[in-house]
């Protein structure tokens, strides 16, 4: 049985796509990697520490894997997948779609496109998260005044989508969340028309939006605008 995914919906650029994957962090890792991960693979999801972290892993990888060998033409199993020097993998042959993938809680996402870079992320929204321990690495000053303008009870939830929005748009630059050329409190993304987030200039010629999450998450997909 194979993990299923759901195309979405967005507003990005036609040759950007976007698949929800479903995870079962309970499945046993071979059938979480669906008979088709490498030996390396099945060995570094063996590593980890808890089981569901374990099960993200294979199941995301072998949803890669398959999303990739469809627009390729090619055997899942066989896609020579590396990663680069900031851990974010990528696909070691000519011609090769730009992907991104994320996940959190028991859903992942992947975003494709032969065109241009492109960054997605998925949070889970947890009753023990503290968003105000994180506000002051993570908000720009207009971020934090468009959140302190909300009322209480809505401020988490914005504050989240914010968070993904950068996290988004830091995947698609090729960086992670501690990188020193692009900071998370360097940029804003705040305010939001619809699903359309505001990039200030210090992000780059980049373009963020929020995607359609199962109820409990929010998501974001950025891509390179040029």
Known sequence: MTA?????????????????????????????????????????????????????????????RR????????????????????GRPTLAMP????????????????????????GVDIEEARHSFDWRELQSTVLHAADQRVIDALPQAGQPDAFLACWTAKEAVLKAHGV????????????????????RYSLSDQAGAYRAVSLAAPRGYAAALAWSAE
């Open 176 to 195: 992670g969340i501690g990188s020193q050329a692009l900071a998370m409190h360097g940029f804003s993304v705040l305010p939001r028309d619809g699903a």
């Open 4 to 64: 299923p995914f759901t195309p979405l919906t967005t507003e990005a650029p036609a040759d950007v796509r976007v698949w929800l994957v479903d995870i079962a962090l309970s499945a046993l890792l071979p059938k979480a990697g669906e008979g088709i991960l490498p030996a390396d693979e099945l060995q570094r999801a063996g590593r980890f520490m808890r089981h569901e972290d374990a099960a993200r892993f294979a199941t995301m990888r072998a949803a890669l």
């Open 67 to 86: 999303l990739l060998a469809a627009q390729l033409g090619a055997s899942p199993a066989s896609l020579p997948l590396v990663s680069d020097s900031n």
């Open 95 to 118: 011609d090769a779609p730009d992907f991104n993938v994320a996940h959190s809680g028991a859903h992942g996402l992947i975003a494709m496109s032969f065109e241009r870079r492109v």
